[in-house]
Nanobody, 120 residues
Framework: VQLQASGGGLVQAGGSLRLSCGTS????????MGWYRQAPGKQRELVAA???????RYADSVRGRFTISRDNDKNTVHLQMNSLKPEDTALYYC???????????????WGQGTQVTVSS
């Protein structure tokens, strides 16, 4: 499965962005999916996850500001990001969820991600 993330950009603090993740035609299956981010010099972290049935989990740093959703028919996962902060600046990726209580045994190849930059 090839994952393609899009929707990043440059936004001022307090602004919003909507990220999307899709595949080249393959299916996510019923795996929990998640959005990860990696800031320069930091480890990649899972910030939001969603099960096939729609149950969601969030890292404390984004809870209340970010909303993850998925469309199983279209094999897409979205991340609505509101009230963005400079510390949200990172490269954002989607993949199967490993963390926040989910331990999916399969990890797809990491795509190139999409850059989110929040200016103060």
């Amino acid at each position: 499965v090839q994952l393609q993330a899009s929707g990043g950009g440059l936004v001022q603090a307090g602004g919003s962005l909507r990220l999307s993740c899709g595949t080249s035609g393959d299916s996510f299956g019923s795996y929990p999916m998640g959005w990860y981010r990696q800031a320069p010099g930091k480890q990649r972290e899972l910030v939001a996850a969603i099960r096939g049935g729609g149950v969601t989990r969030y890292a404390d740093s984004v809870r209340g500001r970010f909303t993850i959703s998925r469309d199983n028919d279209k094999n897409t996962v979205h991340l609505q990001m509101n009230s963005l902060k400079p510390e949200d600046t990172a490269l954002y990726y989607c993949n199967t969820a490993r963390g926040l209580g989910y331990y999916t045994t399969i990890t797809y190849a990491w795509g190139q991600g999409t850059q989110v930059t929040v200016s103060s």
